[in-house]
């Protein structure tokens, strides 16, 4: 008498979709969301990741072979501040560099790095570019001026090893370690 609802097939609505130039729909194509490190990366690596990677050019030969639609060349552009900053820029990066640079200064990286860590956190979370607006200090250090830190290097605004050498000097020349740094910080809310 009525057919059953479990099994039985009703028409999918249709909706209007926007078609490609080519006159095929979106879902035929496949969609890839780079992100601007991703890029970036690529970028530095020169065209590594093959002939798709940013910056290449699509060969004739694989063009032509290819079942889908050549895809113009993506060119990114860096400016010169974002060309500079290396990848140990990075906050994890710089917490790993840091971490590697203790044995220099006669720290062991297993009782002084975690207090340092918090101590950068707080200051700067381990940003080669981070700036404090009230006071003006600068860099993973937080130094006041940031321009102190060019007597560990001439590319101190944009390189993270320079700033944590320039950092570890400076608590090792005013409190001995991280750890008294750390512990300063805590008492005065500044090291």
């Not at 057919?3 to 009703?10: D, E, I, S, V």
């Not at 890839?32 to 290449?56: E, K, Y």
């Not at 009782?111 to 381990?126: A, C």
Request: glycine fraction near 8%; charge should be positive; charged fraction near 15%.
């Amino acid at each position: 008498m009525f057919p059953n609802r479990a099994t039985q097939k009703f028409p999918r609505p249709t909706t209007p979709s926007r078609s490609h130039p080519s006159g095929r729909k979106p879902a035929q194509f496949l969609r890839l969301a780079v992100s601007s490190p991703a890029i970036f990366l690529m970028v530095l690596a020169g065209g590594a990741a093959g002939p798709w990677s940013a910056g290449a050019a699509v060969p004739a030969a694989s063009a032509a072979s290819a079942s889908f639609p050549a895809r113009p060349a993506v060119t990114v552009e860096l400016d010169a501040q974002t060309a500079a900053v290396a990848p140990a820029a990075q906050p994890a990066s710089a917490r790993r560099l840091a971490r590697a640079m203790l044995g220099r200064f006669h720290w062991s990286a297993a009782r002084q790095f975690p207090d340092l860590n918090k101590l950068w956190n707080r200051e700067s979370g381990w940003r080669v570019r981070a700036r404090n607006p009230s006071s003006g200090a600068a860099g993973i250090p937080q130094a006041l001026p940031g321009s102190k830190m060019a007597s560990a290097g001439p590319d101190w605004p944009s390189s993270a090893r320079t700033q944590i050498r320039w950092g570890l000097r400076y608590i090792q020349d005013r409190y001995g370690s991280p750890r008294r740094a750390w512990a300063h910080e805590v008492r005065a809310g500044w090291y």
